[in-house]
């Protein structure tokens, strides 16, 4: 009894894992970035955010 609940906790845990890695692919939520519209009609969540970076460290 002492092992099935044991594996029952790792496959929970394994199941839950698997779930945080495909977040992203699991938001019902999120606009379709994969249709091929003209870079002006892109939604902004779709734009690749520019990074700011400190003074110096520019490249």
């Known amino acids: 009894m002492k092992k099935r609940k044991r594996l029952r906790t790792v496959l929970l845990i394994l199941l839950l894992w698997l779930i945080y890695l495909n977040r992203e692919s ?12 003209p870079k002006s009609a892109l939604p902004a969540a779709c734009r690749k955010p520019v990074k700011e970076v400190a003074p110096g460290f520019e490249l």
Do not use: V
Not at 26 to 37: E, K, R, V
């Open 26 to 37: 699991l938001n019902p939520f999120t606009p379709d970035c994969s249709a091929q519209l």
